[in-house]
């Protein structure tokens, strides 16, 4: 299988920690991926849809307990302290190591360790890396076959070279044990206790956002919670962007966005490369070079359908788990809320009781079939718009780098920086207003600097720094904008019309990076001259309104860099001084 002496080690050693029954190498075969789709299904773990409308899909339902990430049981784990997040949980390398060794103590025992070789990236290519998880879980097989490349081939590449170790085990899926640990600095993560995909798909959050993010730090690249997308306009020209935004913006959906319909018929196209995660190096040219480095969706169900996101949805018409949404019992297919307006009149809730659309609870509200953080995960050759330079070794070169958040009132519906570092401050500012939905607290700010708050694997102000650094190393810099599709009236009503009309702003800011429209200066950036954002076919919208989503108002910003000063304090003394210096430039145009 493989000669690789850390791998055999690492083996070795977990076998006797955790004591399995029995040790299978994952070879990423279609044989023995489908014996263990048989035996989940056996086992209870799967349940097979109907394959004839959903060939290759199948439906899991976790634990109640066990249906989200579990930030405030997520660690950054490092020898001193401050080489963590003061915004993320830290615990002393050698304790947690010895925390988590203890809990992984025999707790395999009547269970087989399966051995998962991945690449994050396409195989062998030079940017890719490569991780092993063993873990005892076979729904984590089966959705890591799907999310990343997994096999012999992943061996091959391997050869004798380093690898991220992780280790998995659901153990007794308890709360109160459940841990998820990263050791950036020995390249290792450990996950126990849960089997829910953010925690335990080890590939993803843990390894291509939180330790490459260390890896991109010391080896002078970047691991960023960003989507990429490639628009195509008429003359057949793409050009790429990636986008960073906190959750409950719609990531998922811009990765997918359909052209509207006046932009079609001049031939404008949209290609998907990620949705989720960038990893971004500086080419040789100069420019920055971005791949998604995952294989597969790993979306939120709910909201999903064929007006808000046909692509994702057509992306789960086969070969996709789907967890913890309605199973339709009439004919073995699924369910979530917004999926449409014909709830299963016989199905099964995620938590697996009857269930049909007309439930109510005790005061009234309709009882939810799916649970809000359901999800498919899908393939991305099912994606109908996947670009097709989605394996491309080297990735696709960026145009411009776009963040974003949920600002009722705050941030206009977009605007340029000034230059790299003011971008980087941009986005180091970048936060979300919380829905009804989230948590009860409606409009209370969350800062989520890069959407990167719960994902960076070191300091938070070293972050910002590399962030500063790398832009030193990019002679072609892309420009770096902010977007707010969220701005609401006096009435609480949205005002831009967004999902697939936000392609009006993207030509504006691709215009932008071509040099080829003027801009209006604000004191927090450029913003677009009201008669440059493309209306024509929008119901509803005119000039004014664009007039009024582009203002900046002064005394709401000065309540923000307020609010900016308090959180970088709170960040500590690693906050880079250019950063500052952008917070007292702001300040100044404020006050003019
Ligand atoms: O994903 C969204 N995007 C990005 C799309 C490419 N959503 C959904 C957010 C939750 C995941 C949006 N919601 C967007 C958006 O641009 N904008 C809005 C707000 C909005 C909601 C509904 C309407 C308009 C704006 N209009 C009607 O429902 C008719
Ligand atoms: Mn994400």
Known sequence: MTTNKKLLTFIEETKALCNPDKVVWIDGSEAQLNELREQAVKEKILIKLNQEKLPGCYLHRTTVNDVARVEDRTFICSKVKEDSSPVNNWMETGEAMKMMNDLFKGVMKGRTMYVIPYSMGAVGSKFSKIGIELTDSIYVVLNMAIMTRVGNKVLDALGDGDFVKGLHSYAELSEEKRYICH??????????????????????????????SYLGKTEGWMAEHMLILGIENPKGEIKYVAAAFPSACGKTNLAMLIPPEIYKKKGYKCWCVGDDIAWIRVGEDGRLWAVNPENGFFGVAPGTNMKSNPNALLSTRKNTIFTNVVENLDDETVWWEGLDKNPPKNALDWKGNPWNGDMKDENGKPIKGAHPNSRFTAPTVNCPCLSDQFEAPDGVPLSAIIFGGRRAKTAPLVYQSTDWNNGVFVGSIMASETTAAATGAVGVVRRDPMAMRPFVGYNMGDYFAHWIEMGKKVKNQPKIFNVNWFRTDDEGNFIWPGFGDNLRVLDWILARCEDKVDAKETPIGYVPYAKDINIEGLEGVTEATIEDLTTVDKETWKKEAEGIEKFYKELGERVPKELYGELAKLNAKLDK
């Open 183 to 212: 050791f950036p600095e020995e390249n290792t993560i450990m996950s126990i206790n849960s089997n829910y995909g953010g925690n335990v798909l080890l590939g993803k959050k843990c390894f291509a956002l939180r330790i490459a």
